[in-house]
T-cell receptor
Framework: DTEVTQTPKHLVMGMTNKKSLKCEQHMGHRAMYWYKQKAKKPPELMFVYSYEKLSINESVPSRFSPECPNSSLLNLHLHALQPEDSALYLC????????????FGSGTQLSVL | DQQVKQNSPSLSVQEGRISILNCDYTNSMFDYFLWYKKYPAEGPTFLISISSIKDKNEDGRFTVFLNKSAKHLSLHIVPSQPGDSAVYFCAALPGTYKYIFGTGTRLKVLA
């Protein structure tokens, strides 16, 4: 099983809403990532959790709040987003910290109105 | 400052022929490289990777070549199939977690 599962697949939210993106993997990977991807651009790293601890925050605005409840789950809490935050949000995982292959989920297409 | 570059935004190839996608990098400390395939509104799918201790890695129709002296890698797809039409990203891993992606090349395989 090389699957990273993300829900929901699509999300439309207003600028005052609070929503959460969810990600799950059962490959025993201990590093989990959030990326943001705009059309025709490469994925842009947001956060990395290693062994359930936040390891990297790429200066992401506080309206994005990550959470790693356990080694299989990763959430991204969204609050007071801006229209420019509309993008494809990708979760990924890799084997024990520093593991080489990065596996992506199918993403959540987010539209902020 | 783009550390991983894919200078060809697009490529068209006839079905059955070879597709060659190129990627250049600037940092000689990069020691692991990956190729991903991406369809619109989907997550990237891992294709193949190569460590800097090797110069070639093969997996079925996909072969990645690494030229460390030129800081260049390429992905060969033989034979190309219409289902290979997608955007291809190369990525480099200079350390532990910070994968650096190129800007992508859109491959179109013509039937």
């Amino acid at each position: 099983d090389t699957e990273v599962t993300q829900t929901p697949k699509h999300l439309v939210m207003g600028m005052t809403n609070k929503k959460s993106l969810k990600c799950e993997q059962h490959m025993g990977h201990r590093a989990m990532y959030w990326y943001k991807q705009k059309a025709k651009k490469p994925p842009e790293l947001m956060f990395v959790y290693s062994y359930e601890k936040l390891s990297i925050n790429e200066s992401v605005p506080s309206r994005f709040s990550p959470e790693c409840p356990n080694s299989s789950l990763l959430n991204l809490h969204l609050h007071a987003l801006q229209p420019e935050d509309s993008a494809l949000y990708l979760c990924a995982s890799s084997p024990r910290g520093g593991g080489r292959k990065l596996f992506f989920g199918s993403g959540t297409q987010l539209s902020v109105l | 400052d783009q550390q991983v570059k894919q200078n060809s935004p697009s490529l068209s190839v006839q079905e059955g022929r070879i597709s060659i996608l190129n990627c250049d990098y600037t940092n000689s400390m990069f020691d692991y490289f990956l190729w991903y395939k991406k369809y619109p509104a989907e997550g990237p799918t891992f294709l193949i990777s190569i460590s800097s201790i090797k110069d070639k890695n093969e997996d079925g129709r996909f072969t990645v070549f690494l030229n460390k002296s030129a800081k260049h890698l390429s992905l060969h797809i033989v034979p190309s199939q219409p289902g290979d039409s997608a955007v291809y990203f190369c990525a480099a891993l200079p350390g532990t977690y910070k994968y650096i992606f190129g800007t992508g090349t859109r491959l179109k395989v013509l039937a």
